[in-house]
Structure formats: structure tokens, C-alpha cells
């Protein structure tokens, strides 16, 4: 496992930017898929992004407007967010898992979490 801390969270205006990050610690970063998830108030915790062997990954409801990056270098994942809706409003977590080049979609794939970052898109 890795020790996983995120940052960046805040308030924003609808319309507005905003980036995520989450800095890894332990050896091998590349060797793990990374992916960010949300959760609502009042939901379950979904995926909203993933970088890892098979390729990024978006959902439906942020493609086009947040992108997934990451720096092996620095151990370090980010989302950017741009145009931000008031359902964008969650608590965002970083995620990992050992990358064997699946999936990893699900909140039951990934063994790493972060305490997670509280992004809120004012209206």
C-alpha cells in the first residue's frame, strides 16, 4: 500500500477552476493505478477519473471538463476541474492500487485511499 494525501480542495464559484492533488509515498508510484473518486452528500463514493496501464478514464458526468494527470517523478496524481458545476460539490478522495492493467472502476479495486478534500461549486 501506499500513504496517499490530498489537497486543493475548497469553494468555488459555478463555472470556475480548480485543481486536485495527492502525494504518494513508498517506492514504485508508476506501478500503480491511480483514479479519483467523489462522493456527494447524501450519495455513494463514485469514480471520477483514473490513470493506469489501460489508458485515462473519465466518467460520463466530468468528461470534457476535468482531466487526470499524473508525475511518476514526484509520486504526485492531479485533477484538474474547469467548469464546475454545483453537482460537482463532494468530498474528493485519491485512490491506488497496484496496476495490473485493469480496470479498476470500482471503490473495492483500489486498497490506498486519502482522507479526502471537500470541494464545494457555490451556485
Known amino acids: 500500500q501506499v500513504q496517499l494525501v490530498e489537497s486543493g480542495g475548497g469553494l468555488v464559484q459555478a463555472g470556475g477552476s480548480m485543481r486536485l492533488s495527492c502525494a504518494a509515498s513508498?517506492?514504485?508510484?508508476?506501478?500503480?493505478?491511480m483514479g479519483w473518486f467523489r462522493r456527494a452528500p447524501g450519495k455513494e463514493r463514485t469514480i471520477a477519473a483514473r490513470?493506469?496501464?489501460?489508458?485515462?478514464y473519465y466518467a460520463n458526468s466530468v468528461k470534457g471538463r476535468f482531466t487526470i494527470s499524473r508525475d511518476n517523478a514526484k509520486n504526485m496524481v492531479y485533477l484538474e476541474m474547469n467548469m464546475l458545476k454545483p453537482e460537482d460539490t463532494a468530498v474528493y478522495f485519491c485512490?491506488?492500487?497496484?496496476?495490473?492493467?485493469?480496470?479498476?472502476?470500482?471503490?473495492?479495486?483500489?486498497?490506498?485511499w486519502g482522507q479526502g478534500t471537500q470541494v464545494t461549486v457555490s451556485s
Open positions: 513508498g517506492r514504485a508510484f508508476s506501478s500503480y493505478a
Open positions: 485512490a491506488a492500487v497496484p496496476d495490473y492493467g485493469l480496470q479498476y472502476l470500482k471503490e473495492e479495486d483500489y486498497d490506498s
Open positions: 490513470f493506469g496501464r489501460s489508458g485515462v
